[in-house]
């Protein structure tokens, strides 16, 4: 196998990777019939396919690519991964908190912006606008709560956790290993008491 590596697109990243269980289907499936389903590159970056592709690097099986050319690649995201994967209602609502997040974009007031005479800097961030504007205008979070039938109380935990909760007290409720109704009261703790989580 190629020792080339792929990052994940961010808007990959907006759902959870496979827990354990269905991994080790998907390995065995893989293993039995090929990768029957190619991995979908948009930026040179996955776009579509991270479970896939983690799963051939494990099994040491060449991946196979195609390049995503369309103009929407959230929507390609989500019209991939919402009908076929089986998210537990927490984990919908960590997508739409996540979503609802979008946005907002980097920190412009951030010393890595701010007064910045790097060309590369500003062009980062100039790459993240221009991809940012593929996204529809900034949408509520009630409304996309009811784009993807998750109840508002519900969405509105899963945007505190996202805002407020460490990586791996986001990690642990996606990954559907704690409650978000409990991850929520967590991240509303200080720092060093959800690290004690």
């Known amino acids: 196998m190629k020792d080339m590596e792929y990052a994940f697109h961010r808007f990959a990243e907006l759902l959870p990777l496979c827990g354990e269980e269905d991994m ?7 293993r039995k019939n090929g990768l029957t389903e190619p991995i979908s590159l948009y930026q040179g970056m996955i776009l579509d396919g991270r479970n896939r592709y983690n799963a051939c690097r494990k099994l040491g099986i060449e991946p196979k690519f195609v390049v ?15 009908p076929r994967r089986h998210l537990s209602v927490s984990q919908k609502a960590m997508f739409v ?4 997040e979008l946005r907002k974009g980097g920190d412009r007031r951030s010393e ?5 005479t790097d ?8 790459k993240e606008d221009k991809e940012l504007n593929v996204l529809p205008e900034l949408v509520s979070l ?7 039938n998750v109840p508002y109380g519900t969405a ?6 996202v805002n407020s909760g ?15 109704s409990l991850a929520s009261k967590v991240a509303r703790e200080p720092k060093k008491t959800q690290e004690e989580f």
């Open 24 to 30: 080790k289907n998907l390995e065995d499936s893989i």
């Open 112 to 116: 890595d912006f701010k007064g910045s």
């Open 142 to 148: 009630e409304s996309l709560s009811a784009k993807h």
């Open 97 to 100: 908190a996540k979503l609802s």
């Open 68 to 82: 995503w050319y369309g103009d929407d690649p959230l929507g390609f995201v989500e019209s991939k991964n919402l």
């Open 119 to 126: 060309p590369l800097k500003k062009e980062e961030f100039n």
């Open 156 to 161: 509105k935990r899963a945007k505190t956790v």
């Open 166 to 180: 460490l990586p791996p007290l986001v990690e642990l409720v996606e990954d559907a290993k704690v409650s978000l």
